[in-house]
Nanobody
Framework: QVQLVESGGGLVQAGGSLRLSCAAS????????MGWYRQAPGKQRELVAT???????NYSDSVKGRFTISRDNAKNTVYLEMDSLKPEDTAVYYC?????????????WGQGTQVTVSS
């Protein structure tokens, strides 16, 4: 069994910062790409940032230059540093990890964490 546990959401004023964490745990596995999506009320889920196992990153245009994704492979953990937050960043943030386990590659999801940015 594999679990992704998120932490770090909360309420912050516009211009502030938050750091999200997402740790994968469970039986022995190989973690490939990791990343973050978000979903605001009434909107579709949006890809925010991704990072490969060798550290290559990719960002949506809406967060480029403000958010930084990183990972600690030894801890199977991905982070999202969010700076210069805007009210439009308000959403539930979901981490994911593409995990190879028993010969099967599948995407696992975190439980979601609320980020609220007040104006």
């Amino acid at each position: 069994q594999v679990q992704l546990v998120e932490s770090g959401g909360g309420l912050v004023q516009a211009g502030g910062s938050l750091r999200l964490s997402c740790a994968a745990s469970g039986s022995i596995f190989v973690v490939n790409d990791m990343g973050w999506y978000r979903q605001a009320p009434g909107k579709q889920r949006e890809l925010v940032a991704t990072i490969t196992s060798d550290g290559t990153t990719n960002y949506s245009d809406s967060v480029k230059g403000r958010f930084t994704i990183s990972r600690d492979n030894a801890k199977n953990t991905v982070y999202l540093e969010m700076d210069s937050l805007k009210p439009e960043d308000t959403a539930v943030y979901y981490c994911y990890a593409d995990i190879l386990r028993r010969g099967i590659l599948r995407k696992y999801w975190g439980q979601g964490t609320q980020v609220t940015v007040s104006s």
